[in-house]
Nanobody, 121 residues
Framework: QVQLVESGGGLVQAGGSLRLSCTAS????????MGWYRQAPGKQRELVAS???????NYADSVKGRFTISRDNAKNTMYLQMNSLKPEDTAVYYC???????????????WGQGTQVTVSS
């Protein structure tokens, strides 16, 4: 069974920084796209940033220029460096991975447990 383990969430003041990490463990053949989603109270879950195995990235307009997504394929780990944080960034952040467990299986979407990010003013 694959597990996505997240870390790095917490409480910060506006203008501060946080670095989130997500590590995939278990039986893994390959990981295609990985991404970070977030969900604020009363809002739908939205894509924050994504990154392919080759390093191509995509960002939501609201975080472009402030957040940086990266990954270490050797460690099956993805990061989200969040700078210049705003109260509007407050949400539960979820790790997402399009992951293939075995050569003979298709890739499936996996989710982390979510980690709370709270930005105070």
């Amino acid at each position: 069974q694959v597990q996505l383990v997240e870390s790095g969430g917490g409480l910060v003041q506006a203008g501060g920084s946080l670095r989130l990490s997500c590590t995939a463990s278990g039986v893994i053949y390959s990981i295609n796209v990985m991404g970070w989603y977030r969900q604020a109270p009363g809002k739908q879950r939205e894509l924050v940033a994504s990154i392919t195995v080759g390093g191509s990235t995509n960002y939501a307009d609201s975080v472009k220029g402030r957040f940086t997504i990266s990954r270490d394929n050797a460690k099956n780990t993805m990061y989200l460096q969040m700078n210049s944080l705003k109260p509007e960034d407050t949400a539960v952040y979820y790790c997402n991975a399009d992951l293939r467990r075995r050569l003979w299986e298709r890739s499936l979407i996996h989710w982390g447990q979510g980690t709370q990010v709270t930005v105070s003013s």
